[in-house]
């Protein structure tokens, strides 16, 4: 009688949570839009060192056609005035979440869609939320394709794939050929969902594919178009480097064991293991690095409000993820959180791989698949949630305060 009275209560307390979950979600996006984005756009000062939706923003209102050539992902933008798109942007990413959340509801029930939501809820995730913003769009992606993914391995195989394809197309959307890498990590993501002859079947097809894929970009019939991507990619770093500097140690070495990698004006099979050496660093330190939270020093409240935020919002993912992972580390991972995780892993890899630059920012996507993965493993550590929403709150208004 105890246990029904028990099951009785959690199954009514489920509504509750997923609607408490969805306000959260809603609340903090708009938090934040208003806060990192609407209040330094409407205070008029200077954008410079600004995140980049500032500038989207002005460019959207001065010459919305130049804007859209230069960044496809802004076709999906009106030609409004800057503050009003960042309400927009709120609203356009959460119409594209709408099929992948209510997928989730009936894939994993109230409970795991606020799990899910939960996750999406973090600061680093929600400031993207509400901003115009290409990691905005990979959020939206990433919860598709755990969508997506969940569905084909309930045996939901149509269903699944339709998600999984409207995932890859929202992440082709947000930055061009972003798509191939998505899809490469989520084809990846279904590895541990084969038997164990399967899984070393696919191994060694990697394998073999890795040194067929490294010998027909070094001396095949791709060998002149990587060569030219190849320098260009080493004129960007140089240049980079010298004009841009690096604020942190940890991103300077990357840089430089990058650098030693590109270090000749032609590509060879050392200098592509190197390359792939350093794109596995640089995706370890996407996700443990943690930004040092100290004043900005920018005057103007776009830069400032921006950065304080979001030096509070990836420091908190960081500890969050290292701390989840720490939690269930002794757990035994079902089928479904085995295939999450090599999704988000992967997709932190390719991130890494896919940007010649270092900018921690690109890996929000991954971090909300991570964060979901460890939380529907173990729920109770939803409750860093709110310690990891306090700072970044306090960042935020303390950006616009200071420059006021």
Not at 58 to 75: C, V
Not at 158 to 176: D, F, H, K, Q
Request: with cysteine; proline share 5%.
């Amino acid at each position: 009688m105890r246990s029904t009275q028990a099951t009785d209560s959690s199954q009514k307390s489920w509504p509750q949570s997923t609607l408490y979950a969805l306000c959260l979600l809603a609340v903090l996006s708009l938090t934040f839009c208003v806060t990192v984005y609407v209040i330094p756009q409407l205070s008029g000062q200077s954008i410079e060192g600004a995140y980049d939706a500032f500038a989207y923003a002005e460019i959207l209102t001065t010459d919305p056609s130049l804007a859209r050539e230069m960044q496809p992902f802004l076709n999906l933008y009106p030609d409004w005035s800057g503050a009003s798109l960042f309400f927009y942007a709120l609203l356009l990413h959460a119409f594209l979440l709408v099929p992948a959340l209510n997928s989730l509801r009936f894939s994993l029930g109230r409970g795991g869609l606020a799990i899910v939501l939960a996750a999406i809820s973090v600061p680093e995730s929600a400031m993207f939320l509400g901003s115009i913003s290409k990691e905005g769009l990979g959020i939206v992606a990433v919860v598709a394709a755990m969508a997506g993914q969940t569905l084909i391995l309930r045996g939901n195989l149509w269903r699944g794939t339709g998600l999984c394809s409207y995932a890859v197309l929202i992440a082709e959307m947000s930055r061009p050929f972003y798509g191939f890498p998505f899809g490469t990590a989520l084809l990846i993501g279904f590895i541990p969902a084969l038997p164990k002859a399967g899984r070393q079947l696919v191994y060694a097809s990697l394998m073999i594919a890795l040194f067929i894929g490294a010998w027909a970009i070094l001396y095949g019939p791709f060998a002149a178009a990587f060569t030219e991507k190849y320098q260009a990619a080493k004129l960007f770093l140089d240049w980079f480097e010298e004009e841009m500097g690096s604020d942190s140690a940890v991103k300077a070495a990357i840089r430089q064991f990058f650098a030693l990698a590109f270090s000749n004006d032609q590509p060879s099979f050392i200098l592509l293991l190197m390359i792939c050496l350093a794109a596995i660093g640089k995706a370890a330190v996407y996700i443990l690095a943690i930004p040092s939270i100290a004043p900005a020093g920018f005057t103007n409240m776009p830069a400032q409000a921006w950065a304080l935020t979001w030096q509070a919002a990836a420091s908190m993912s960081s500890i969050a993820v290292v701390v989840g992972f720490f939690g269930i580390r002794k757990r035994a991972l079902d089928t479904h959180s085995k295939c999450r995780l090599w999704f988000g892993l992967t997709l932190l890899l390719m991130i890494s791989i896919s940007t010649a630059i270092f900018h921690v920012r690109y890996r929000a996507p991954a971090v909300v698949v991570l964060l979901a993965t460890v939380w529907l493993v173990a729920p109770s550590h939803r409750r860093w949630l709110v310690w990891m929403t306090m700072p970044a709150v306090f960042a935020s208004v303390t950006g616009i305060l200071s420059t006021a």
